[in-house]
């Protein structure tokens, strides 16, 4: 977030919904076709038990009633155009860098403030969620946006299964520290490793508040945070943390990585709010990726109605 430049893309790139909608019946016969019942296995309401291999699609997945209707931004751009730091700090750098990223095994640790810590494979815990297809906008703090189509689950259905205690005020996450596959964890510049992010409980356990392993109805690209990432459309990009290893439950507020490295510029709640202006750049308006021009910023980045009410005798004034 150092760098604030803007591509200009022609908005002939623009790849309209249709077109993915096609696609996808398309991928979806082909896998049927190609591996007959183990295909069939992942379908309907798709038990998660495994993930289907890297670049093969989701079968038949629940539509989501939070979906945006916004049209989508094509998946090239989604996979090309990326912030994931550990890669590199060039938009373009996560797409090559993060090509051989190991994501299986994966194992993700659940600790702190609930009845079942515990480190769990990533089957583990996938396996008794439906996944399902919810498209959202996200509008990262630089000023631009996308609007990308998820396969995941509530963050809130995998919170109550490990059982949150009753001293529980807040979730934090971490990012994977591998500096051996993480290029740009071994360049001091930036940020402190590993990347964290935190929610306060209730904002964690909100139904928008998604855990993500896909994207256009395949696994994540591992540029877009594999093989599982936060998914937390009101609030500012950064608050969307990739490549997850660790859920810590605690009474706390915990340290955040972009806060920690600039905290006049980025705060724990980071809601999206165009009335509060960064101290380098206006937040009134982003350029959602494929526009020619650019648009009005919504509060809450346009889900007000569904989580204004968390924010109640707060001044979002100041916490941006
Ligand atoms: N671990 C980690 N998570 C991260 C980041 C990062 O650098 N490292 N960048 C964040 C920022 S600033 C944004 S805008 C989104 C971008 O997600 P995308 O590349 O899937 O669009 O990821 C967020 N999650
Ligand atoms: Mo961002």
Redesign the pocket.
Known sequence: ?RKFTIPSIPSSEITPEQLYQERRRFLRHSIETSLGLAALSLAPGLLAAELPPAGAAFADLGKSVHSSQDPLTPYEK??R???????GTDKSD?AYAAKNLVTNPWSLTISGEVAKPGTYTLEDILRPHALEERIYR?????GWS?V?PWVGFPLADLLKRFQPTAKARYVAFE??HDPAQMP?QRDGFS?DW??V?GLRLDEALHPLTLLAVG?YGKV?PN???API??VVPWK????????LVKIHLSAQQPPT??NKSAPNEYGFYANVNPAVDHPRWSQAKERRIGDFFKRETLPFNGYAAEVAGLYTGMDLRTFF
Request: glycine share 8%; aromatic share 20%.
């Open positions: 977030m989604v996979s155009y990326n912030n994931f730091y550990e890669f996560p996200l509008r990262c703090v630089e996308m990308i990012t994977l740009g940020l590993p990347y992010e994207l994540l540029q877009n945070g990432r936060l500012y990009g950064f608050k969307s943390i990739k490549s990585s972009w």
